[in-house]
């Protein structure tokens, strides 16, 4: 047994056996009769020391049909595999054992949040009940889901007091009704959250009780309109729940009346819930009409302390309400100071400057202000940020989300001062969101820009594309595949296709980040009674041109009455083709109904067949071409006997091979296809 510091050694016809451990195959495969390693399902290289590693939805990459980009890869196309450990070295934004989930849940939440995936916020959080299972960034992009009294993106900042607008009038509570007719238990789901069990003889107390417990609701006031238990075989008992301290629109209760195992909880009847106007005999629903916003749109927010400072002009300003126009301990600034000891009522629209100078008043009885474009609270004294569609939302059905437009796209913060957004990485641009560039090149316009190594977009190694022009660019044998990702509009399954942008690498280079370079391929050796790749072209005309193609590269054009060596000069000059013969069965290319044969000597596999481009020609019969052998030889990289250097693209050959010829001789091509004698 031979030792040689830092390689992999072999023996006679032994598989190779790593100096470190004196392990064959280092302990990662099993050696085979052809003196191979055939590794495991967490290794590779022909010595198995190069470890996989974990695989996840692509970010981006190439497509392998129409609509579908995000297939499974290494490190998700986002990280670099350290091949000693099986590791993914993830990008800057980017983090998972597969490099496949978002670093969203900036700063850990604040530690005033929790990270969930979109999955488990609509699982959780939606009002509705909707789901977010079916799409690819189900549990790839995560968000803070934030702890009361938080907001924000990251969940950094207090929010603050929410209260009506006293000086707007006229306005209503929700106040939405039930009605159950059955025997039994049922729930009631309220933004997300599931009461306990609630049995069809609860008081108005236990139901009260019930619904409290989720704590989403704030105070509610609940009558029966007959009876003294919810629910009523007879119907005639129609519950009224009226939400007293949480203003404006709210979402529907939805009754349950099927526990999570399937089992029907209610018999004999069901539970009807009317909202936004709807009737239960003769009673109606009210939807809730009144403002609920931030100091109750008369004072500014503190995001530092979640405090409102109620404006005091024009005298005699604004305080803290009970939430119906007179003072209380809300802290919303909800309650005009009516007292005479400034002149009386409010006269006028907040602001030193009305409108602080960017906005228009309303006038009586409101005194409210219409803000300009570009500027936003009660005295239009703060700068609105620029908005995108939202990288974290709820869905606005099953399985469509990222269609609500939210300062910042809910990727980083606003600066009220400025109207600009701080972005969190990986995000980017004006409002943390794609927007398209004026200049193709500047990447960083994009939200999920292209990576980027030595300060290089795609390590200046290729093109920094979008996924819709990724999907375009793909190429099967050196030939567009004609793929498409996002051209129907509104696919809710393919919302990235202008968001997420990644590298397409130039020839020779390769990687997520186009970083590696591609090593020299060939034939294996230790394989026998293989065949190279034969095709032939018939062709008869009297006159004209023709150009032959292969893997997206064509000729320059030809006589239809060139010579055999014409034609291979020709081939020879494409950058896809490394080495060819080329015989004639008659002497001109196409006359007399010539057949070309054409070997590849230094091309392996099974090839894609040459095109003929044969539209300038005087064709007596259409032109022909097909494969004559199939080639069996492998074009593997290193010749499966080495290792791929990707700094430098250099095989680094098993001890014992060397470069070839392609043809089993000593030879040029740097591939560890050639058997050194053993001696």
């Avoid at 069809?200 to 009260?208: C, E, Q, R």
């Avoid at 302390?305 to 919303?332: E, H, K, Q, W």
């Avoid at 006038?363 to 908005?387: I, N």
């Avoid at 294996?524 to 590269?553: H, K, W, Y």
Wanted: net charge negative; hydrophobic share 30%.
């Amino acid at each position: 047994m031979l030792w040689v510091a830092g390689l992999v050694v072999l023996v006679g016809a032994s598989c190779p056996i790593a100096p470190s451990s004196g392990r064959v195959c280092n302990g990662h495969g099993r050696c085979t009769i052809l003196s191979e390693c055939e590794c495991d399902a967490i290794s590779s290289g022909f010595d198995c020391s190069q470890m996989l590693c974990p695989r996840g939805l692509a970010w981006a990459g190439d497509a392998i049909g129409v609509d579908q980009i995000h297939v499974p890869v290494e490190c998700s196309n986002r990280g670099t595999c350290d091949r000693a450990h099986g590791k993914c070295v993830c990008d800057v934004g980017f983090t998972g054992i597969a490099c496949d989930k978002l670093v969203a849940c900036f700063s850990e939440c604040s530690h005033s949040g929790t990270c969930v995936t979109m999955m488990e916020y609509a699982e959780n959080n939606s009002p509705y009940g909707y789901t977010y299972t079916n799409v690819w960034d189900s549990t790839m992009i995560r968000g803070c889901v934030c702890d009361a009294g938080a907001t924000e993106a990251d969940c950094s900042k207090q929010a603050c007091p929410m209260g009506d607008d006293p000086m707007t009038t006229g306005q209503m509570n929700e106040k939405q009704l039930l009605r159950c007719t059955g025997t039994g238990t049922f729930q009631l789901q309220f933004k997300g959250k599931t009461t306990r069990l609630i049995p069809s003889t609860a008081s108005v107390s236990d139901l009260m009780s019930s619904i409290l417990a989720l704590g989403a609701t704030g105070a509610l006031s609940i009558t029966f309109s007959t009876g003294n238990q919810v629910c009523l075989a007879s119907g005639q008992n129609i519950v009224s729940i009226e939400f007293i301290s949480n203003f404006g629109p709210q979402p529907p209760y939805i009754a349950q009346m099927v526990n999570s195992q399937g089992v029907l909880q209610l018999t004999g009847g069901t539970v009807t819930i009317a909202t936004a106007g709807g009737t239960l005999g003769v009673y109606s629903s009210v939807a809730g009409t009144k403002e609920y916003v931030p100091c109750s749109n008369r004072g500014y927010c503190s995001s530092m302390t979640g405090v409102c400072s109620c404006y005091l002009y024009p005298m005699p300003g604004f305080r803290s309400s009970n939430g119906y126009g007179a003072v209380g301990i809300r802290g919303d600034c909800g309650a005009p100071d009516n007292t005479n000891y400034y002149g009386g009522p409010i006269k006028g629209c907040p602001g030193y400057l009305p409108c602080s100078g960017h906005g228009v008043c309303s006038g009586s009885p409101a005194f409210a202000c219409r803000c300009a474009a570009g500027w936003t609270s009660g005295d239009c004294s703060l700068r609105t940020c620029p908005k995108g569609y939202s990288w974290f939302n709820l869905p606005a059905s099953s399985n469509i989300a990222h269609q609500m437009l939210q300062q910042c796209s809910n990727a980083g913060t606003c600066d009220p001062t400025t109207g600009e957004c701080t972005c969190f990485p990986p995000f980017m641009g004006p409002a943390c969101e794609f927007r398209k560039p004026k200049i193709s090149t500047n990447f960083r316009q994009h939200i999920v820009k292209c990576p980027i190594v030595s300060e290089r977009v795609c390590s200046g190694h290729g093109v920094c594309l979008t996924l819709s022009e990724l999907a375009m660019a793909t190429t099967i044998d050196g030939v567009s595949a004609g793929f498409s990702y996002g051209a129907t509009p509104n696919n809710p399954l393919t919302w990235d296709a202008l968001k997420i942008k990644g590298c397409k690498c130039d020839p020779g280079f390769f990687g997520y980040d186009c970083n590696f370079r591609k090593c020299p391929t060939g034939d294996d050796p230790s394989t026998m009674g293989q065949m190279n790749a034969v095709q032939q072209i018939t062709c008869r005309a009297t006159g004209g041109v023709f150009q032959l193609g292969f893997r997206g590269e064509y000729s320059d054009y030809l006589p239809f009455d060139s010579d055999a060596d014409d034609v291979q000069d020709a081939l020879l000059n494409l950058p896809t083709i490394h080495g060819i013969d080329v015989q004639f069965t008659q002497l001109g290319a196409c006359i007399n109904g010539n057949t070309m044969t054409i070997t590849f000597t230094q091309d392996f596999g099974n090839l894609p067949l040459l095109q003929f481009v044969g539209s300038s020609l005087s064709l007596v019969v259409p032109s022909t071409v097909s494969t004559l052998v199939r080639g069996t030889k492998e074009d593997a990289v290193c010749s499966n006997h080495g290792t791929c250097d990707t700094t430098t693209g250099i095989c680094s050959c098993g001890l014992g091979y060397t470069s070839s010829d392609g043809n089993g001789k000593p030879g040029t091509r740097q591939d560890c296809g050639y058997v050194k004698p053993f001696h």
